[in-house]
Every structure is written in C-alpha cells, then in structure tokens.
C-alpha cells in the first residue's frame, strides 16, 4: 500500500522560506521511472504543478515559481523535500505531494500553508 | 510552456445526463493526459490515464478520448456522487500543466 503525508509549518510570515517534506512508504523513488511532484492549491482555485523530481535525480520547476524552488530527494528516507524562498500571502495554499510514473497515480492528503504577518 | 485549456469553467447538470468535458493543448502531447476527480476538501484522484485508459476501481461511466492536442472526459449517467471539480493534467513534456478546471454542479 502506498501512502504519502506532506508535512511543514501551517503559518509562514512574508518573505520567509517555506520548507516541506513528503514522507511516503509502499514504493522506492530510486526505481526507474518514478517520478515525485509537489502542486499546489489556493483556497477556491485550480490545481498549480510546481515542481517534479525523478527517479534519476533530474529536477522540473514551473517556470513562473523556478526562480524560488528547490525540490530534492532523500531515498534513505523516503522523503521528497521542497523548499521556496520569499513567501507572499499569495502563496496561500494547500500543497500536496503526489508520485507516479506518467501523471499521478498516488496524492498526500495536502497541507495548507498560511502566509500572513 | 505547454497550456492546457479546459472548458467549460462550470457547468450544471442533472442526475443521469451525459456530460462531457474537453481540454485543449497547446501543442501536441500525443496522449500524454490524465483525468482527475476533485471533491472539496479532498486530494484528487485519477479517473483516467493516458487519454482514454480507466483507472483500476473508476466507475464505466467514465471515459476519456483524444489525442494530439484535443481531449475529452465524458460521464455517459452523472451520479450524485460525481458532482465535483475535474481537471485534466499533460505530462508530455519535462513541464506539467494541469487545465483550469470544470466544476460540475447540480441543476
């Protein structure tokens, strides 16, 4: 069975970094053709892909947010970790983890990040 | 970077009409799409992958078609428990993109 949980802080203020971390279980990330994303979610808007990194190590950022994010890998721990610097209110949302070969076959649960002073 | 363009935005529907829900690329991406199911407070599920493949436990009243850079989702019977938002994602090229979304709502 494969589970994923996105973990990290609910309330960031403005202009701090944002870290994430996304625990899974049931699957490897070394296994050829996997692939971990993280999307995002503003409240009452559409789904946002913002960042993929593969099973080889090859990272993909959105190109709006690239500027501000880093995605990496820690298979030892089975742990897919983002990081964006300069939060703004507008970043607002819940972000959800999600893996799988083509697309997205498995999604965390999501966790809403708060930006505000 | 490759748009996808859903359409409609919203629409309203009645238990047991045929609804259908089209996304448009703006660049070939073979049949590099799937199909997502969103309920609210939810993490979305996939209903269809690679354009017209139904995902393992979806119900048959699901199906997808196209391919290139026309898609469609069709529920041939709309259930109560289908009222949600649908989003379709392209995975073709290194950058992903998921459309805006149609939000199906009961007439």
């Known amino acids: 069975q494969v589970t994923l949980k996105e973990s990290g802080p609910a309330l960031v203020k403005p202009t701090q970094t944002l870290t994430l971390t996304c625990t899974f279980s049931?699957?490897?990330?070394?296994?050829?053709?996997?692939?971990a994303s993280w999307i995002r979610q503003p409240p009452g808007k559409a789904l946002e892909w913002l960042a993929r990194i593969d099973w080889d190590d090859d990272k993909f950022y959105s190109t709006s947010l690239k500027t501000r994010l880093t995605i990496s890998k820690d298979t030892s721990k089975n742990q897919v970790v983002l990081t964006m610097t300069n939060m703004d209110p507008v970043d607002t949302a819940t972000y959800y983890c999600a893996l799988g070969r083509r697309g997205f076959d498995y999604w965390g649960q999501g966790t809403l990040v708060t930006v505000s002073s | 970077d490759i748009q996808m363009t859903q359409s409609p935005s919203s629409l309203s529907a009645s238990v047991g009409d045929r609804v259908t829900i089209t996304c448009r690329a703006s660049?070939?991406?073979?049949?590099?799409l799937g199909w997502y199911q969103q309920k609210p407070g939810k993490a979305p599920k996939r209903l269809i992958y690679?354009?017209?493949s139904l995902q393992s436990g979806v119900p048959s009243r699901f199906s997808g078609s196209g391919s290139g850079t026309e898609f469609t989702l069709t529920i041939s019977s709309l259930q109560p428990e289908d009222f949600a938002t649908y989003y379709c994602?392209?995975?073709?090229?290194?950058?992903?993109?998921f459309g805006q979304g149609t939000k199906v709502e009961i007439k």
């Open positions: 660049q070939g991406i073979r049949n590099d």
């Open positions: 994602l392209q995975h073709n090229s290194y950058l992903w993109t």
């Open positions: 049931g699957f490897s990330l070394s296994t050829s053709g996997m692939r």
């Open positions: 690679a354009a017209s």
